[in-house]
């Protein structure tokens, strides 16, 4: 990641709100940072129509990555995968699914429950991640295993 510039965007009403600190995206900081990568504070949003502002706004900044963590579950006001999907012109599949067998590897099989994308919005990589810090967890494993070469390729690497 050294060189790189990420984006972190925390997706959760309470955390905005304040009922409790954003830790899964001061995690995703703190950890691109140990990466090498450049990135700012995370901005943080309620539910609703300000995640996708706030994903229009920082991939207007031209990151080379994009994470989201939290709105990917089941209740009615998670909306990040809703909100993401018109933003991408290519879908990641196989990385969103990775996320999710880690997650059940862990020992957490409500890991399935988790509805994250991953895709490409030009040149940026967006890859929505669950909210508890545990799935933050497990998806920065995934993550350090293929994200040096995924955007490599995302700014026309060979495979």
């Given at each position: 990641m050294r060189g790189r510039r990420a984006a972190v965007v925390t997706c959760s009403t309470r955390a905005a709100a304040g009922?409790?600190?954003?830790?899964?995206?001061?995690?995703?900081?703190?950890?691109?940072?140990?990466?090498?990568?450049?990135?700012?504070?995370?901005?943080?949003?309620?539910?609703?129509?300000?995640?996708g502002e706030a994903l229009a706004a920082a991939l207007?900044?031209?990151?080379?990555?994009?994470?989201?963590t939290g709105g990917t579950g089941l209740t009615p006001t998670d909306g990040t995968p809703e909100a993401t999907r018109p933003l991408l012109e290519r879908e990641v599949p196989g990385l969103a699914?990775?996320?999710?067998?880690?997650?059940?590897?862990?020992?957490?099989?409500?890991?399935?429950?988790?509805?994250?994308?991953?895709?490409?919005?030009?040149?940026?990589?967006?890859?929505?991640?669950?909210?508890?810090?545990?799935?933050?967890?497990?998806?920065?494993?995934?993550?350090?295993?293929?994200?040096g070469h995924a955007l490599d390729q995302v700014h026309g690497g060979d495979h």
């Open positions: 009922v409790y600190p954003d830790r899964g995206g001061a995690l995703l900081a703190e950890t691109l940072r140990e990466w090498g990568a450049e990135v700012a504070d995370p901005v943080v949003v309620a539910d609703g129509p300000a995640v207007a900044e031209g990151p080379d990555l994009l994470l989201t699914e990775a996320l999710r067998a880690r997650g059940v590897a862990q020992g957490v099989p409500t890991a399935v429950l988790s509805r994250g994308l991953a895709g490409v919005a030009g040149r940026t990589l967006v890859v929505n991640l669950p909210g508890s810090s545990g799935g933050v967890r497990d998806a920065l494993a995934v993550l350090a295993e293929v994200l």
